[in-house]
């Protein structure tokens, strides 16, 4: 028998509206320019208090924007009366639904937050991480560790000396810093499980700027022994030193390629200041054009490798963007000293508000930016654990 | 030809029913969080200190116990008030030594020739305008800069230490140019022996 139009007509119908409901449900688009992206709307209900304020932080971070139910792509709905319990739904459509429990509530929030984003995305979130910085009040000040958003802060050094530049060891409750303890800027490694800490690197002048490589098995490093502020990398526990710059200016901040292979830094050049990279195992350094912006430094590769964020000084401060091997870069927020989550896609950095520098939180692709709450004195150089 | 049209219905049917049974997922039982990662206090006891009680968490920090003294004139005394007059200035994001501030050096490597037994730490500092670690670094070479001009006048390289402070210790609070320029400064430190 013929199909008759009718028939024909129905079939496609619900053909082409199966095709169109999968396609729906891939919302993030796998790559995004920095700073174009544009917010997921979500919409939430049934939480408190806590937890609410926890989940809006969260999302408003992971690159979501709270609207109301018609706007909505997203809706998350749940309760914390006893623990979290959250339920996703796409379009009406549920997507998960889970119930929590242990540590706390702000815990359990967060990892609900990570749940969704995870759903989302396909990517981990990165609600249940943590950060170090340095708090200063004065010229002296101290190490703290906390969570991503600042809470459950806590020192970690009591030495009431300048410290400055924490960075964590890949995958390890270790922290590289420096330390004004004995009188002289030094770089430590100290082991936050056991509360061990040792000298890396004692030489005369400036030992600052620790990095340490992907794989955890050497440091990068800015001394001035040998008459400038250059360049060094050495083993994780402060031998085989080896110089990799000696350009009679100051360089300063090195941070690694996610693959070990490539050291980034800020230096000078013929008067103009400029981002570079030297091979690891040594060679010749190598520009990073910014273009569009001058005056770079603190740089940071991404975990991905695609990416370097760095601080523009052009007057004020200026976080910026730019591919990993260089072009045009991208100015996203007035801040400096940025810092890589894992995700490749948020970044924890520093701003000057009201007489002292204070954490925020950035999410690259949208410039959706959240302020840290702050502990008294001056936060910043963080550095976010991987 | 009647199976025929029997056949579309049933896959017409088919295809009706999928877009609404296929994508349901059933909730699942109770996520339990870990009480800590190692090394994490997640739930600070009231003290607020690290460290203590049971379980992988964050002990404190080693206090720093014989460790040898580093490079330089540890524990000798210093004085930072016999050359006050002649902390050496510098232009913005630079630390090249002006020629109008030479006669300052001049008068340090002076004082050292006769006191041979005396030394001298150079301290680097730079205005605000500069990022933190860019700023370390800055006062580095700043303190380097005038070092080198001591041993270009012929002071041995051990009697001159350096130190740099960034920004970390300006000379004058405030934001302006008034403010920024007496911060861009090498202060010299005398050290007599212990």
Not at chain 1, 107 to 122: K, N, P
Not at chain 2, 5 to 34: H, Q, R, Y
Not at chain 2, 129 to 135: F, L, S
Request: with cysteine; proline share 7%.
């Amino acid at each position: 028998m013929k199909i008759n139009k009718l028939t024909f007509l129905f079939f496609g119908l619900t053909f082409s509206l199966t095709l169109a409901r999968a396609e729906e449900i891939i919302v993030e688009k796998e790559t995004w320019q920095p700073g174009t992206k544009a917010p997921v709307p979500i919409t939430m209900s049934g939480f408190s208090s806590e937890v609410d304020a926890t989940l809006r932080f969260d999302l408003e971070v992971a690159g979501f924007k709270f609207v109301g139910a018609e706007q909505a792509v997203y809706a998350l709905t749940g309760n914390n009366n006893g623990n979290v319990q959250g339920a996703l739904a796409l379009a009406k459509t549920p997507v998960f639904s889970k119930a929590y429990s242990g540590v706390s509530l702000r815990r359990q929030a967060h990892a609900l937050a990570d749940d969704v984003v995870q759903a989302v995305t396909g990517k981990k979130g990165v609600a249940q991480t943590r950060i170090a910085f340095k708090v200063d009040t004065g010229p002296a000040g101290e190490i703290y560790v906390s969570d991503y958003d600042g809470h459950n802060a806590q020192a970690v050094t009591h030495d009431n000396t300048i410290v400055a530049a924490p960075c964590w060891a890949p995958g390890q409750t270790v922290l590289y810093y420096t330390s004004y303890k004995f009188d002289n800027p030094d770089i430590f490694r100290h082991d936050l499980g056991t509360g061990q800490r040792k000298a890396i690197s004692r030489h005369s002048g400036l030992n600052t700027s620790a990095a340490v490589s992907p794989d955890g098995r050497r440091v990068a490093m800015i001394l001035s022994k040998d008459g400038a502020p250059d360049v060094y990398v050495c083993d994780a526990d402060g031998t085989n030193l080896k110089r990799l710059t000696a350009t009679r200016e100051d360089d300063s901040s090195p941070c690694w390629s996610p693959d070990g292979q490539w050291i980034c830094f800020a230096t000078k050049s013929k008067d103009r200041r400029m981002l570079c990279k030297v091979p690891a195992s040594g060679g010749t350094a190598e520009r990073i054009s910014t273009g569009g912006v001058s005056n770079p430094t603190e740089p940071d590769w991404s975990p991905d490798g695609k990416w370097i964020v760095f601080t523009a000084m052009m007057g004020g401060f200026e976080i910026c963007v730019v591919p990993a091997s260089g072009g045009s870069a991208s100015v996203l927020v007035s801040g400096e000293d940025p810092s890589w989550a894992a995700n490749s896609r948020t970044v924890v950095f520093a701003r000057r508000r009201g007489g002292g520098r204070g954490l925020s939180l950035l999410d690259v692709p949208t410039k959706q930016v959240k302020d840290v709450p702050r502990i008294s004195g001056s936060n910043s150089q963080p550095s976010w654990a991987k | 030809m009647k199976s025929a049209k029997f056949l579309n219905l049933i896959v017409l049917g088919l295809v009706l029913t999928v877009p609404f049974v296929g994508c349901k997922k059933k909730p699942i039982g109770v996520t339990t969080l870990p009480s800590s990662r190692i090394g994490t206090p997640t739930e600070p006891p009231p003290g607020g200190i690290i460290g203590g009680g049971t379980g992988p968490s964050s002990a404190p920090a080693e206090p720093f116990v014989g460790t040898p003294p580093g490079p330089g004139h540890p524990g000798w005394p210093e004085d930072h008030e016999k050359f006050k007059a002649q902390t050496v200035y510098f232009d913005f994001d630079s630390a090249v030594v002006k020629s109008g501030e030479k006669s300052k050096i001049e008068v340090v490597s002076a004082y050292l020739k006769a006191n041979p037994s005396h030394a001298v730490k150079i301290e680097g500092n730079c205005d605000e305008r500069g990022t933190e670690e860019y700023n370390r670094s800055l006062g580095e070479r700043r303190a380097l800069a005038v070092r080198e001009a001591l041993i270009a006048d012929g002071i041995a390289p051990d009697r001159v230490d350096t130190i740099s402070f960034g920004e970390d210790k300006p000379a004058v609070a405030g934001h302006d140019e008034a403010a920024y320029k007496m911060n861009r400064r090498d202060e010299f430190v005398l050290l007599t022996p212990k």
